[in-house]
């Protein structure tokens, strides 16, 4: 792959139509549906079809053999090269590729900025009714599950006591203090104890990912030689733009926390603290 986790329009505007390239757009509540999208792109529904419906909690990650049926029907081959972007910035397609990445495949990258950047930038879009799976053969991708890049409250349990590990939460401080209400109801405020708040906003800089010397700067500063990484947030998606912002500052031990405060904030005996 010619790039690493993070690519530009340039980049993609060049390849558009090539035969082994899909663009998928990973956008998520307000902006999923967007009738903008760069041309050829189709539609990888982290609210709909590649969340698992049957858990209680919010964007849990698909099996292996449900996310092999859903890259399938994309059209997407074990030898494809994968951009996803969305409507948002660097948002949700964070959580796709870290997704991508969790069941084996790495030949996926973030369109940096997303389609703000991309209109901004004046490459080309399409409107109208996205593709449909129609439009494209049925793929041959076929996941081979990676442990570890996704976890539970058990192994971010015994990271928050391991003087090696650092757990990041991606929300807000005042979400992080518990001062502001959680947006899901029945969740109670606050943070888990000995967790680090850095905003996902914050490794973002005009809506494009901050850059690699920014980046180490910025979790280092909070982690100090700590070099495993966790990550956490509300349902798992932005966690994942603290996850990218690590791998392009050159971290390599990192872990999404799947339930994230989802899970973690319901009422149970998983401890939480409260204030910054």
Do not use: K
Not at 146 to 160: D, Y
Not at 177 to 190: H, K, V
């Amino acid at each position: 792959m010619p790039f690493g986790p993070l690519t530009d329009g340039e980049w993609l505007a060049a390849r558009l139509g090539t035969p082994d390239l899909v663009v998928l757009d990973a956008s998520v509540g307000a902006h999923r549906g967007t009738e903008r999208r760069i041309p050829g792109t189709r539609v990888f529904d982290i609210d709909g079809a590649f969340s698992d419906h049957a858990s209680p909690l919010p964007h849990t990650m698909l099996g292996a053999d449900a996310f092999t049926e859903e890259a399938r029907a994309l059209g997407i081959d074990d030898a494809s090269t994968v951009v996803v972007y969305d409507a948002a910035g660097v948002y949700s397609s964070a959580r796709a590729r870290w997704m991508f990445r969790a069941m084996g495949f790495d030949r996926v990258a973030v369109l940096d900025g997303g389609l703000p950047a991309w209109e901004a930038a004046g490459l080309p879009v399409e409107s109208g009714r996205p593709l449909t799976t129609g439009s494209w053969g049925r793929g041959d991708f076929t996941a081979r599950p990676r442990p570890g890049l996704l976890v539970g409250s058990a192994e971010v349990t015994a990271a928050l006591a391991d003087p090696g590990s650092a757990v990041f939460d991606a929300r807000t401080r005042e979400r992080f203090a518990g001062t502001a209400p959680e947006p899901r109801p029945g969740l109670r405020g606050g943070h888990m104890p000995g967790s680090l708040n850095l905003p996902f906003g914050e490794v973002q800089a005009a809506g494009r990912m901050r850059s690699a010397p920014e980046l180490r700067a910025a979790f280092s500063g909070l982690a100090g030689d700590r070099e495993r990484l966790y990550f956490s947030c509300g349902s798992g998606v932005t966690a994942c733009v603290l996850a990218l912002g690590a791998e392009l500052a050159g971290y390599d031990e990192l872990s999404v926390y799947d339930g994230s405060w989802g899970e973690w904030g319901l009422p149970s005996d998983l401890p939480v603290a409260t204030g910054a």
